[in-house]
């Protein structure tokens, strides 16, 4: 079936550098999500691309979806403590499927 | 105040025994979720339905049921027939397929 490969599965960070996070798959996506989930947390919803190529911001996160509508990016600029936590993306299908990437697992040190 | 509601936040069971996870929603949504997430890797999906009395079968059903006679309600029920049942157990409900999920805050299921 669908498969959303994400890498890398860690990332360790100093505070005040970039962090990306990067979401593939073999076939075209109709749309990607990303969510972040805290430590000990839930998912929450972070964004929502549809349209190829697309590119959207809040604050110093930047997301991206690939031409080709294969691939997606997550990039925070700058990171900071609450950042930390795993991001996931995820396919969403008008059949109900729901595909979740492993997630990265972000940490950062003061 | 809207949200998802999931409990108890921790359970324990004895191998063999059914349990049954409760998720309620009062945001009016009309599809929910139920995922399965184990240590370090990401969710998949056991259950969704799409609107009251339908539901269909995820990509990990085996040993799952759930059953859907209200909108707000999707229980979940662990049978004894699921080999591997100690995992946090997610419900999500999103307006329709095919956009953003809310999530409830989980249960974390330890089978002893």
Not at chain 1, 87 to 98: D, V
Not at chain 2, 91 to 112: E, H, I, K, M, N
Request: net charge positive; hydrophobic share 30%.
């Amino acid at each position: 079936g669908q498969q959303v490969m994400q890498i890398p599965q860690y990332q360790h960070v100093q505070e005040g550098e970039d962090f990306t996070t990067y979401c593939n798959s073999s076939t075209t996506l109709s749309n990607i999500q990303w969510y972040k989930q805290r430590p000990g947390g839930h998912p929450v919803f972070l964004i929502q691309l549809v349209k190829s190529g697309e590119v959207k911001k809040q604050k110093r996160l930047t997301f991206q979806f690939g031409e080709a509508k294969k691939n997606s990016s997550l990039h925070i600029t700058a990171t900071q403590t609450t950042d930390v936590g795993t991001y996931f993306c995820a396919e969403h299908t008008n059949a109900g499927k729901s595909t979740f990437g492993d997630g990265t697992t972000l940490t950062v040190k003061p | 105040d809207g949200g998802i509601t999931q409990s108890p936040k921790y359970l324990f069971r004895k191998e063999g025994q059914n349990v049954t996870l409760s998720c309620e929603q009062n945001l009016n949504h009309d599809a929910m979720y139920w995922y399965r997430q184990d240590p370090g890797q990401g969710l998949r999906l056991i259950y969704y339905s799409q609107i009251v009395n339908d539901f269909q079968k995820g990509d990990i059903a085996e040993g799952y049921s759930v059953s859907r006679e209200k909108k707000e309600s999707f229980p979940l029920t662990v049978t004894s027939a699921q080999k591997n049942p100690t995992a946090f157990y997610l419900c999500a409900s999103s307006q329709a397929l095919r956009v953003s999920q809310y999530f409830g805050p989980g249960t974390r299921l330890t089978v002893l």
